[in-house]
């Protein structure tokens, strides 16, 4: 147990569907980000949120909306989506984001197919 | 460019000793991190190195060398709980974590 839960575990969805993956944190912490994680490739930064003002965005897609209503929950909004967006996508909390050796902490994600 | 390399598989035995390594391009320097991820489990924590040397925690070690853009993670006494993929990470110099694709690790009886 990390103390960070993210909810599905798994979800499949179409292309039209509209889905959200949602990230809770139980460590006090005030930075949280979303990572997606596909197969034998680095992790890759889609957005950060700093004490909920977000100050990463990562040329993500627009059909991923990051929502982030307090430091101790984190949403990622997807709507028509791509099969190539199918990944596992992870959530992580760290004390404060942007300082040198803060370690993060993963969620196990929610691995995600899209048909 | 910013690619950090290490090892896609490796294959070890219980009770025996395995070194990971990880390359990096040196410019930007603020760290190294080695993460354990289980297969479906969140990657969690292992090391944090930022000068140059040996870290030992356990049955697992990470040593830096800052000036050869090299770390490698060290795994002694190996048991088949410690089948898992080794994530290598470093920290730039804008605090940003580029990260490797990550080496899985098989233990074999």
């Known amino acids: 147990e990390t103390g960070v839960t993210q909810t599905p575990r798994h979800l499949v969805m179409g292309m039209t569907n509209k889905k959200s993956l949602k990230c809770e944190q139980h460590l006090g912490h005030n930075a949280m980000y979303w990572y997606k994680q596909s197969a034998k490739k680095p992790l890759e930064l889609m957005f950060v949120y700093n004490f909920k003002e977000q100050t990463e965005n990562n040329s993500v897609p627009s059909r991923f909306s990051p929502e982030c209503p307090n430091s101790s929950h ?42 | ?90 920290m730039d110099s804008n605090y940003q974590l580029i990260w490797g694709a990550g080496t899985k690790l098989i233990i074999k009886p």
């Open chain 1, 74 to 115: 984190l949403f990622l909004h997807l709507h028509t989506l791509q099969p190539e967006d199918s990944a596992l996508y992870l959530c992580a909390s760290s004390q404060e984001g942007g300082t040198g050796g803060e370690k993060l902490f993963f969620g196990s994600g929610t691995q995600l197919s899209v048909l």
């Open chain 2, 1 to 90: 460019g910013q690619n950090i390399d290490q090892p896609t598989e490796m294959t070890a035995t219980e009770g025996a000793i395995v070194q990971i390594n990880c390359t990096y391009q040196t410019s930007g320097f603020n760290g190294l991190f080695w993460y354990q991820q289980h297969a479906g489990e969140a990657p969690t924590f292992l090391s944090y190195n930022v000068l140059d040397g040996l870290e030992e925690k356990g049955r697992f070690s990470s040593f830096l060398s800052r000036s050869k853009g090299y770390s490698y993670l060290l795994l002694k006494e190996l048991q088949m709980k410690d089948s898992a993929s080794y994530l290598c990470a470093r």
